[in-house]
């Protein structure tokens, strides 16, 4: 987590580290810092807070000149959030200074030799001993920054993303990393290095990502010199023009981002099939399929890991892979799956779900699946991520940047993707006729207009809000195919309203959660008329029996759930394996205005980052 933003070249540097750390608030902002180089000294200010409350401080007690600087957003592992441990830090001599996004798992052993070794330490942070570290392998061994920021990660364990300059010699930014991301934006005359390209998209498309283990020194006038930290091997960069643009990365008149990412979803939709759902030939054209084709359809199974949001996406695979394409799945949190020593084989598929194509956990267990030898598909929103790289073929989502912390956009497009791959397995394996197919394939390419349709309710789903907006614990049930919606929207509501939510399978509402159900208790039921409806229907009368409030999300034209429930929404019809990508749609919109209403910061509630990059 944490993002960090550097700028050398001819530029103030400032302006350009505090909008691209705003840009990267998402990925932590419990403190801020940033330190300009201004010809003579480093300038350094850091708080606590947010990226706002830095830019207050820094522009009433710190000279802003200087065209070499650093900045960081953090989001608190080792230390408290508080002034002293914000980034960036400085060496004991105060001439090299350093940001990091990661973990240092060796510092308190290495910091133990270095307070040996006569140096002191103000914070209580990982980071302040490495930049001691370098300092002191720079001295000992004679050797310039970048030679000592390498011997300096030979010894350190962990992970890391790290930018760090010296004073004595302020022309270049030394850069690494292992298991954080960080690119370079390559500029004229003029370098700029951040967790993502967002910080630097309105200067230059032309970007480079350093690879694991990889560092460069960036040099003003030179070309970057490119080494693996192990080995010192020369490696050659290879520089992309990248296709996002800068409205992509801004609120575009929508209070938050999540309302817009919400809204962004029919065309997030149709962006994830375009080009690879030809329905009018009766095809999905997916490259990272037809090249693996055989490899999908001989798998024993897929088993699909992923983390929070994706992992529901991962759920609703199941029932999809299972139900459309007759393919065992098993669906695993990528944290539970790395650690019990899994029986993986060369004939499973992996298949790793990730919008950032970040998360730790996910990266690990992709990297212990590709060991036993499974073939190992991704599917990423963020082009060019590590989850992306590491696998050995995937498909993005084509979402676009996801900025509101709380998954939405990501949710529904992988699941679009998800959808692509089952059909295509299911059409290949013989187990679809050719018009059960095309039907399919048709109201695939009906869904944006009908999640345009859902759209249609945020007032409605605005009034219910506003009666549940005090509740301090609320049921999610679905089943089948919505069983997983109902654990995404109790997700949802917990992560921006800070309302305790629990998702359960309706039917086992009997087994123990009913004991929870009273007159207090919002109950939000996903009823759409296919997938085990008069079930759904007796689970509600049991709700209704118990006083329980009954919120339900509806198939147009319902009457019978109109009769039981308190509140209903209805959603258009569709395929049954198609509902979540409608049936999520009012439950992200409520847990928006129950969360606006309480005052909660939407697009960055409290203890999260959108990036989780430590384990
Ligand atoms: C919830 C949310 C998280 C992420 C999870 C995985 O709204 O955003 O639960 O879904 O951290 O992140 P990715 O998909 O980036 O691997």
């Not at 967002?198 to 070309?223: Q, V």
């Not at 010199?225 to 490696?235: E, F, G, N, P, Y």
Request: glycine content about 8%; some cysteine.
């Amino acid at each position: 987590m944490c993002g960090i933003v550097g700028y050398i070249g001819h530029r103030d540097a400032y302006p350009i580290i505090i909008k691209g750390l705003q840009r990267l608030e998402y990925r932590g902002y419990d403190s801020a810092g940033v330190a300009l180089y201004d010809g003579n000294s480093i300038n350094l200010s850091k708080t606590k807070g947010k990226v706002d409350d830095l830019k207050s401080k820094s522009e009433s007690t710190i000279s802003l000149k200087g065209s070499l600087g650093i900045g960081h957003t953090r989001w608190a592992t080792h230390g408290v959030p508080n002034d002293v441990n914000s980034h960036p830090h400085l060496s004991n001599s105060g001439e090299l200074v350093i940001i990091h996004n990661g973990i240092i798992e060796n510092y308190d052993s290495i910091k133990k030799e270095l307070i040996k070794r006569g140096y002191t330490f103000h914070s209580d942070t990982d980071t302040e001993v490495l930049v001691n570290l370098i300092e002191e392998v720079k001295n000992q061994e004679g050797v310039k920054l970048g030679k000592a920021v390498q011997i300096a990660l030979n010894q350190v364990v962990g992970a890391y993303a790290i930018a760090v300059f010296d004073v004595k010699k302020p022309d270049e930014i030394v850069v690494a990393k292992l298991g954080s991301p960080l690119a370079i934006g390559i500029g004229q005359d003029e370098f700029f290095i951040a967790s993502d390209a967002s910080p630097f998209i309105e200067f230059t498309n032309n970007a480079m990502y350093l690879e694991d283990e990889e560092m460069a020194i960036i040099r003003l006038g030179k070309e970057i010199k490119l080494r693996k930290i192990k080995d010192d091997s020369v490696v050659y960069p290879n520089i992309k023009e990248l296709q996002l643009n800068i409205e992509e990365i801004e609120k575009g008149g929508y209070d938050h981002f999540m309302l817009k990412e919400i809204y962004e979803q029919p065309r997030a939709i149709l962006d994830t099939y375009r080009g690879r759902l030809l329905a009018d030939k009766g095809l999905i054209k997916m490259a990272g399929v037809d090249e693996n084709i055989e490899k999908f359809l001989n798998a024993n199974r897929i088993i699909i890991v992923a983390c929070g949001t994706s992992w529901h996406a991962g759920l609703v695979a199941e029932y999809i892979f299972e139900d459309l394409a007759r393919i065992p799945v098993e669906v695993e949190y990528a944290s539970e799956f790395r650690y019990r020593n899994p029986v993986i084989t060369d004939k499973d598929v992996l298949i790793a779900i990730s919008q950032s194509g970040e998360t730790a956990d996910t990266l690990a267990a992709i990297k212990l699946a590709k060991e036993k030898g499974a073939f190992v598909f991704g599917v990423c929103n963020v082009v060019g991520s590590s989850i992306s790289r590491e696998t050995d073929a995937g498909a993005y989502t084509h979402a676009g940047p996801e900025i509101g912390v709380a998954s939405t956009k990501a949710f529904t497009t992988q699941i679009t993707v998800l959808t692509l791959i089952a059909l295509k397995l299911a059409k290949e394996k013989g187990v679809f006729s050719q018009s059960k197919y095309h039907e399919f394939l048709t109201e695939l390419e009906n869904i944006p207009s009908k999640v345009e349709k859902v759209l249609l309710s945020n007032a409605l789903v605005e009034q219910v809000a506003a009666v549940y907006k005090d509740a301090t614990n609320c049921l999610y049930l679905g089943r089948g195919y919505n069983f997983p919606v109902a654990l995404e929207g109790a997700l949802k509501l917990k992560e921006i309203s800070y309302i305790h939510a629990e998702g359960y399978p309706a039917a086992e509402m009997k087994h123990g959660p009913i004991a929870l159900i009273d007159e207090h208790m919002p109950v939000f039921v996903i009823a759409t008329k296919k997938g085990h409806y008069e079930k759904v229907v007796s689970n509600i009368q049991e709700i209704k029996s118990r006083k329980g409030k009954i919120i339900a999300i509806v198939t147009e034209g319902d009457e019978m759930v109109r009769d039981l429930a308190d509140h209903v929404i209805e959603v258009p019809e569709t395929f049954e394996s198609l509902t979540p990508l409608l049936t999520t749609i009012p439950l992200q919109l409520l847990s928006y205005h129950i969360a606006l209403m309480r005052g909660c910061n939407v697009d960055q509630p409290r203890n999260l980052a959108k990036s989780v990059t430590v384990e």
